[in-house]
T-cell receptor
Framework: QQKVQQSPESLSVPEGGMASFNCTSS?????YFWWYRQHSGEGPKALM?????GDKKEGRFTAHLNKASLHVSLHIRDSQPSDSALYFC?????????????FGTGTLLSVKP | NTKITQSPRYLILGRANKSLECEQH?????MYWYKQSAEKPPELMFL???????RNETVPSRFIPECPDSSKLLLHISAVDPEDSAVYFC????????????FGHGTKLSVL
């Protein structure tokens, strides 16, 4: 069964600090990786995607992919209270009838003012 | 996110039949139903592309999707079970390939 594991389960950082999330997958068929975040009472919202080895930076967010180890990470610098949310890593796999996103187990981030 | 609207927002059911509705105003070709149980990640139920059902995950037969036009998606639920209590999200993307998904606010279903 395809799985996407995330760590840690929860994380608390001070305002202005760095938040880091990790994600490992079990299937080398995964092609794209996405990071989504979900504020309480809302649907998930896509933050960024990555499919090439190395770093990808968008504003305060930096994603890193290592295909050899099937490891993806997300780093948020200068964390703000509004960043407090549930963060999901999601892996995209082609299934012949359309791509499917497999969401990871999630990391709950709390940014303390 | 007012670009994808879902109704109702909250639903409390006994063993009744009900339909969830979704409409997207993004001009997207692909539409999805996801189920998110408490403390769990979203799980894909159905995927439509250009009004055709192209992915149907392992979902109980009491859930029946319908795509009356390219911007609307329905989920008919009959004889709900307590395990169906969850938030049901509608989502859309430009097409069915590797694209960013846009989610609605969800319908929270509580089964008595």
């Amino acid at each position: 069964q395809q799985k996407v594991q995330q760590s840690p389960e929860s994380l608390s950082v001070p305002e202005g600090g760095m938040a880091s999330f990790n994600c490992t997958s079990s299937d080398r068929n995964f092609q794209y990786f996405w990071w989504y975040r979900q504020h309480s009472g809302e649907g998930p919202k896509a933050l960024m995607s990555i499919f090439s080895d190395g770093d990808k930076k968008e504003g305060r967010f930096t994603a890193h992919l290592n295909k050899a180890s099937l490891h993806v990470s997300l780093h948020i610098r200068d964390s703000q209270p509004s960043d407090s949310a549930l963060y999901f890593c999601a892996a995209s796999v082609y299934g012949g009838s359309g791509n499917k996103l497999i969401f990871g187990t999630g990391t709950l981030l709390s940014v303390k003012p | 996110n007012t670009k994808i609207t879902q109704s109702p927002r909250y639903l409390i059911l006994g063993r009744a039949n009900k339909s969830l509705e979704c409409e997207q105003h993004l001009g997207h070709n692909a539409m999805y139903w996801y189920k998110q149980s408490a403390e769990k990640p979203p799980e894909l139920m159905f995927l439509y592309n250009l009004k055709q059902l192209i992915r149907n995950e392992t979902v109980p037969s009491r859930f029946i999707p319908e795509c009356p036009d390219s911007s609307k998606l329905l989920l008919h639920i009959s004889a709900v079970d307590p395990e169906d209590s969850a938030v049901y999200f509608c989502a859309s993307s430009r097409d069915r390939a590797n694209e960013r998904l846009f989610f609605g606010h969800g319908t929270k279903l509580s089964v008595l």
